[in-house]
């Protein structure tokens, strides 16, 4: 006599990995432990923003490790940069220059109109 599922669709009993089950994992500690990183990249106060963004873009990072020296792994660690700082203050830099320009732009007219 065989029985008949009450329900349409297949049940499958997956086996769960042995680590799966130890008490100490836990799905975050494992998500964590997939997604970081050990390629750091650190930099100090005295790198230009122009060479943060060549870092940021040459190592595919979107953070940086502000440290007392970009040199010593083990110095103090300042703060973490983050690609939206670096780019926020280019576009500042760059926005200054632009005023600066247009107004030896305006100037030169006014300059070259009143002769």
């Known amino acids: 006599m065989s029985t008949k599922l009450s329900s349409p669709f297949v049940h499958t009993v997956l086996v769960a990995p042995p680590y799966l089950l130890s008490p100490l994992f836990t799905p975050c500690s494992r998500q964590i432990a997939v997604m970081g990183r050990n390629n750091i990249v650190n930099v100090s106060a005295a790198n230009p923003i122009d060479a943060c963004m060549e870092k940021l873009l040459a190592r595919d990072v979107r953070h940086l490790m502000l440290r007392e020296s970009s040199t ?44």
Do not use: F, M, P, W
């Open 72 to 115: 010593n792994q083990n110095s103090r660690l300042i703060g973490i940069i983050s690609i939206k700082d670096v780019v926020k203050c280019a576009l500042e830099k760059h926005k200054a220059q632009s005023n600066k320009l247009e107004d030896i732009i305006t100037y030169q007219t006014i300059v070259n109109s009143a002769n």
